[in-house]
């Protein structure tokens, strides 16, 4: 990973919480683990996909990163840390 702009971490902390809080709105919608996470997943694949064709990089990171925020959710929701 190469540090691209100043507000780097800034950024890729904004993929990760604003993943995080997608997927517990997905599961709070449709309360089934598996479901919330292959949205969450598939969206955030899809966005990195369609931003090879809009002038900008689609990064392998960034859906690691908003990976990592949905996962951290649904890790959260198992063993009882945050409640929905």
Not at 8 to 24: E, M, N, S
Not at 45 to 52: A, D, K, N, S
Request: no cysteine; aromatic share 14%.
């Amino acid at each position: 990973m190469t540090r691209i702009h100043h507000d780097f971490v800034v950024v890729k902390t904004g993929h990760f919480i604003g993943f995080a809080i997608f997927d517990l709105l997905l599961f709070n919608w449709k309360k089934n683990h598996k479901v919330a996470i292959a949205i969450a997943v598939i969206f955030a694949l899809t966005t990195e996909v369609l931003q090879l064709f809009m002038g900008r990089d689609g990064r392998l990171y960034d859906l690691m990163i908003d990976s990592l925020g949905v996962m951290t959710v649904y890790f959260l929701l198992t063993k009882k840390f945050i409640r929905v």
